[in-house]
């Protein structure tokens, strides 16, 4: 169980407080509810570009890392499709100093085209160095592409496009900035050894002078339900053949989520899962097969993708996987196999959250999904699903209709 106090500010800021006085250090984690989804779909790669705008200096403070340094902190950052998150973690005695540089860029950053020019080009490298040039890299680029029509999830965080960073105008950047990054959307989590008064006394000292901002209100078109499969062929310079196929699946905070998450267990998660056994083990048809998904806000895609062993025909290797499903379709599962996965996802939960740092991000993105106090009902969630429900489950999603196939080849 995860205590903590909740309280607001004025300007809307959220707060969270998570005492352990277990430990000598503090973690100040600020997530901002915007994502690649939020972005205008001619200008992608928006949320990911400020993740690195975000330390080039603020208005006050031109160094970022220089004072944390000094109090003994260190920081990072992540953006996803769904959320934009920055954490530092320093010792709980220095906590003012954290405060203090994450409310100045909140504030407002040191907009420069000289900023802007340094991002850009750090942006455009990662783009080719891991998207273009990498073995495999544009693999998702091509499956979202595909899987998606509608909703945008359409492109990855890194952006749909590198011309879309390339062009990006410091006009652009700085709207994209005050309609986001706000105190009204965003969720301040403070974990440690600290009291919910102090906390709060620095948040009104720091944040509360911060204006709002407007309110933003998604509104993002949904993803219509797919009826006929997709495929794609590639060719690249690829060591091996790789199939990715996927399916739709739902929301994060639907209910039928945490079966799904299950069944990416059965299937595919490590050694003893069924696929592994059957397809790398037995068959010798791959090389390495997993099965997972992406845990979006948004209804996501459940992926099983696997490398094929030399001389595999890529239609033979297709067909062994839709056999296991069809397998996993046919016959309700066995309670022992179930409670395995569950055992499994149990104990990753709670490994998890064994560091203050991963309990202040779980505190912000459960606020952030709509209630802070879900972190502490989600094992029940996994121990209610039922063999029943991963049967329904398993012929609802895994139809050909719904599922999205990448053949990529190795160029020979």
């Avoid at 990072?76 to 920055?86: E, F, G, K, P, Q």
């Avoid at 652009?172 to 309609?179: I, L, Y």
């Amino acid at each position: 169980m995860v205590h903590f106090d909740r309280f607001v500010l004025n300007n809307g800021l959220r707060v969270l407080v998570h005492q352990d006085t277990s430990t000598p250090m503090a973690v100040v984690n600020v997530m901002y509810d915007v994502g690649a989804r939020d972005e205008n779909p001619a200008q992608t790669g928006f949320a990911h570009l400020f993740e690195h705008l975000m330390f080039g200096g603020s208005v006050n403070i031109p160094e970022y890392d220089e004072p944390l340094q000094m109090a003994g902190g260190e920081n990072n950052a992540y953006t996803s499709n769904d959320l934009t998150n920055y954490y530092i973690q320093l010792p709980a005695e220095n906590l003012e100093t954290a405060f203090w540089l994450e409310s100045d860029r909140m504030l407002s950053l040191a907009f420069s085209e000289k900023s802007l020019d340094v991002q850009r080009k750090v942006v455009c490298e990662e783009f080719k160095e891991h998207y273009l040039n990498k073995p495999y890299g544009d693999v998702w680029l091509k499956m979202r592409e595909l899987a998606y029509t509608t909703h945008p999830y359409r492109w990855m965080t890194i952006g749909k496009e590198l011309s879309h960073i390339e062009n990006a105008q410091l006009q652009d950047v700085k709207d994209f900035f005050f309609r986001f990054y706000r105190p009204n959307n965003a969720i301040l989590v403070v974990a440690g050894n600290v009291t919910t008064e102090q906390v709060r006394e620095l948040a009104e000292k720091w944040f509360g002078p911060i204006e709002a901002g407007e309110p933003y209100v998604r509104n993002l078109p949904g993803e219509p339900a797919q009826a006929a499969a997709r495929k794609l062929e590639v060719f690249a310079k690829v060591p091996l053949d790789s199939l990715y196929k996927c399916w739709h699946i739902f929301s994060r905070t639907d209910p039928r989520y945490y079966a799904a998450d299950l069944i990416t267990e059965v299937l595919g998660g490590g050694g003893s899962s069924r696929l592994y056994q059957a397809l790398v083990k037995e068959q010798k048809l791959f090389s390495n097969i997993e099965c997972y998904h992406h845990g979006t806000v948004d209804p996501g895609l459940l992926t099983i993708e696997g490398k094929l062993v030399k001389g595999v025909k890529m239609e033979d290797a297709e067909a062994a996987v839709n056999a296991e499903i069809e397998k996993l379709k046919a016959e309700v599962i066995a309670e022992a196999e179930l409670q395995k996965v569950k055992n499994k996802t149990e104990s990753m939960i709670a490994f998890e959250d064994m560091t203050i740092m991963n309990r202040a991000n779980s505190l912000a993105f459960y606020e952030l999904l709509g209630d802070a106090g879900l972190m502490n009902t989600e094992l029940d969630r996994y121990q209610q699903v039922t063999a029943q429900d991963i049967h329904s489950l398993m012929n609802e999603v895994f139809t050909e209709g719904n599922s999205t196939t990448l053949y990529y080849f190795a160029k020979q």
